[in-house]
């Protein structure tokens, strides 16, 4: 009788040191990530409705290489990004973040329009040409 009682308090005592060693690491874990995300999604609803306007950007290739290597636009504006190609070679406009990948054929014309994500500091970059045809994109 007595060995059987001293074993099941051994038990109830491992058994609690594991749960209190569990619920405090999810505490630290979870507070962070939940406050951040609504935070992100509240801020660029609010400037898409308060009008970011209009943001047009002319942008030329020429010689496998962009004429300009910073674009800077408005968050949630509706960019519009007018590209000439003056090469005889395919080029391409790719702004991952915002969800463009426009090809211009050698020697034509085309234009891609989003909206322009959260401030930020970004990349654009000509997919067929990305080490020689590449900049930032600043979101203010
Ligand atoms: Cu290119």
Request: hydrophobic residues 40%; proline residues 2%.
């Amino acid at each position: 009788m007595r060995r059987r009682g001293m074993v099941i308090g051994v038990l109830v005592g491992v058994l609690a040191l594991a749960a209190a060693g569990c619920g405090g690491d999810d505490d630290g874990g979870s507070a962070s990530a939940t406050t951040a995300a609504p935070e992100t999604t509240a801020a660029s609803a609010t400037t898409a409705a308060g009008g970011g306007g209009e943001n047009e950007i002319q942008l030329t290739a020429s010689g496998t290489a962009w004429d300009k290597t910073s674009l800077d636009m408005t968050s949630g504006a509706e960019v519009r990004v007018e590209v000439t190609n003056q090469d005889s070679i395919e080029h391409n406009f790719t702004f991952a973040e915002a969800n463009a990948d426009q090809d211009v054929e050698g020697g034509e014309d085309a234009t891609v329009t989003f909206t322009a994500p959260a401030a930020g500091s970004y990349e654009f970059f000509c997919k067929y040409h990305p080490s020689a045809m590449r900049g930032t994109v600043t979101v203010t």
